[in-house]
């Protein structure tokens, strides 16, 4: 069998680490932008584009940082620690929140919501190969309409997920991977399916 020698960005991919703790140097926002600016090329069917960015960093940290502590007060921050969950925002040196569209036609959602998942995966290597650490969260609160009013998220948008980004205090081993072989069926003949 053929073994294709691995590329500098096969390196990148395997790599990639979700980092948990960041140190506290801040993060350009050029560098944030010029890294979108990148990760767009995301495939995205008809160029439709579904996404949209929102930037926390600095003082405007505290916008997210009282929404959650919004959700707290309402009862609806479901995390065993709120007060440790609102500190941590307060010390990841920056957010990027990235929503997309929501059409009503199931087809056309579930192809932005891929489109838009290509684009943080994008975002999350090329920030990688700069240094820059992230951690694409989903955690409940993102499907909350106040948390989402509260920092600005329009109707008729859905957070794909909050990107905590920052340079890595530390780095977590890789956990192995199954081999794409054992989760592979090839369909070499027309078969017949019962």
């Known amino acids: 069998m053929l073994k294709v020698e691995e590329s500098q960005l096969v390196e990148v991919v395997k790599g990639r680490r979700s980092i948990k703790k960041f140190k506290s140097t801040p993060v350009d926002q050029e560098l ?44 609806k921050l479901s995390t065993k620690n709120p007060d440790k969950l609102i500190e941590r925002y307060r010390h990841i040196p920056a957010h990027l929140v990235v929503v997309m569209e929501e059409s009503e036609k199931k087809k056309i959602w579930e192809e932005d919501f891929a489109a838009t998942s290509a684009l943080i995966q994008n975002l999350q290597l090329l920030g ?15 499907n909350s309409s106040s948390f989402c009013e509260d920092i600005g998220v329009k109707e008729g948008e859905k957070i794909v997920g909050i990107i905590h980004m920052g340079y890595p205090e530390e780095i977590p081993e890789a956990k192995e991977r199954t081999k794409a072989e054992d989760k592979l069926t090839v369909i070499d003949k027309k078969e017949r399916l019962t």
């Open 128 to 142: 990688w190969e700069q240094g820059l650490g992230m951690i694409w969260k989903t955690n409940q609160y993102i």
């Open 32 to 75: 944030v932008v010029d890294l979108l600016n990148d990760a767009v090329w995301a495939p995205n069917h008809g160029v439709r584009e579904p996404w949209r960015f929102m930037l926390f960093m600095d003082e405007g940290k505290e916008t997210i940082v009282d929404a959650l502590q919004n959700e707290c007060e309402r009862g």
